[in-house]
């Protein structure tokens, strides 16, 4: 009777310690695949992609050079290159003379009594056709008096290639008059006046052959250089 007392004791304390290490492992010895695995989900916040650099040129302008409205004061086409016609010399100044023109004296039928001086550019540059020409006739030591008159209103500039025109009236109000000293003319001079009102001329001069039969007095005139033959063939 005892002794099966004492094996069933013994048996009931194997029990309790194999129920008391699987309460330990229960509470912390869990094996190692039951651990949590690490999430593999999407982030809710999607990455976009690095944004791709503007096709758009930038409009900001170039420092270095400015006008009134910002922009440099010369225009260039793209690549840098100025724009046709971009230079500019500014206002002309110099003088026409015999060495930058050609001047051609001719007679015309209306007005009667008349000479058409034509003075054109032949030069590289433009020029400019100052007041009235001094006009010469034969070895006569003055030039002829001017239509004071026939002032234009501004200076007339010639460009390569183009004209200016004066006229000579060969006699005056004394037309015939021997006091008035009237001659056959076989020689005109042409100078040029300066810029600068000094009353001297400028450079070099023409010498023409005047046209034949060409008869003036003390009273002739010229005009000064017009921009058209009417205009200069008014007076």
């Given at each position: 009777?005892?002794?099966?007392?004492?094996?069933?004791?013994?048996?009931?304390?194997?029990?309790?310690?194999?129920?008391?290490?699987?309460?330990?492992?229960?509470?912390?010895?869990?094996?190692?695949?039951?651990?949590?695995?690490?999430?593999?989900?999407?982030?809710?916040?999607?990455?976009?992609?690095?944004?791709?650099?503007?096709?758009?040129?930038?409009?900001?302008?170039?420092?270095?050079?400015s006008s009134a409205?910002?922009?440099?004061?010369?225009?260039?086409?793209?690549?840098?290159?100025?724009?046709?016609?971009?230079?500019?010399?500014?206002?002309?100044?110099?003088?026409?003379?015999?060495?930058?023109?050609?001047?051609?004296?001719?007679?015309?039928?209306?007005?009667?009594?008349?000479?058409?001086?034509?003075?054109?550019?032949?030069?590289?540059?433009?020029?400019?056709?100052?007041?009235?020409?001094?006009?010469?006739?034969?070895?006569?030591?003055?030039?002829?008096?001017?239509?004071?008159?026939?002032?234009?209103?501004?200076?007339?500039?010639?460009?390569?290639?183009?004209?200016?025109?004066?006229?000579?009236?060969?006699?005056?109000?004394?037309?015939?008059?021997?006091?008035?000293?009237?001659?056959?003319?076989?020689?005109?001079?042409?100078?040029?006046?300066?810029?600068?009102?000094?009353?001297?001329?400028?450079?070099?001069?023409?010498?023409?052959?005047?046209?034949?039969g060409t008869y003036?007095?003390?009273?002739?005139?010229?005009?000064?250089?017009?921009?058209?033959?009417?205009?200069?063939?008014?007076?």
């Amino acid at each position: 009777m005892r002794i099966t007392t004492r094996v069933t004791t013994t048996a009931a304390t194997a029990l309790l310690a194999a129920l008391s290490l699987t309460a330990c492992q229960g509470n912390g010895g869990e094996p190692a695949a039951s651990a949590p695995k690490p999430s593999t989900a999407t982030p809710s916040a999607k990455q976009e992609p690095a944004a791709k650099p503007s096709a758009q040129p930038s409009t900001e302008r170039p420092s270095g050079g400015s006008s009134a409205n910002g922009s440099s004061g010369q225009s260039s086409e793209p690549g840098g290159k100025p724009k046709a016609g971009a230079e500019d010399d500014g206002p002309v100044s110099t003088p026409c003379t015999g060495a930058t023109t050609k001047v051609v004296v001719s007679k015309v039928t209306r007005p009667i009594n008349h000479l058409l001086l034509t003075v054109t550019n032949t030069g590289s540059r433009a020029c400019n056709a100052y007041g009235a020409p001094f006009v010469g006739f034969d070895d006569a030591q003055a030039p002829i008096g001017v239509f004071d008159e026939s002032r234009p209103q501004a200076v007339v500039t010639l460009s390569p290639g183009e004209s200016a025109y004066a006229s000579v009236t060969l006699s005056g109000e004394r037309g015939g008059d021997p006091e008035a000293h009237g001659r056959t003319v076989r020689k005109v001079s042409v100078h040029f006046a300066p810029g600068d009102g000094s009353g001297g001329s400028v450079g070099s001069g023409a010498t023409l052959v005047a046209p034949s039969g060409t008869y003036a007095d003390d009273d002739a005139r010229v005009t000064y250089w017009q921009r058209e033959m009417d205009q200069a063939l008014t007076f």
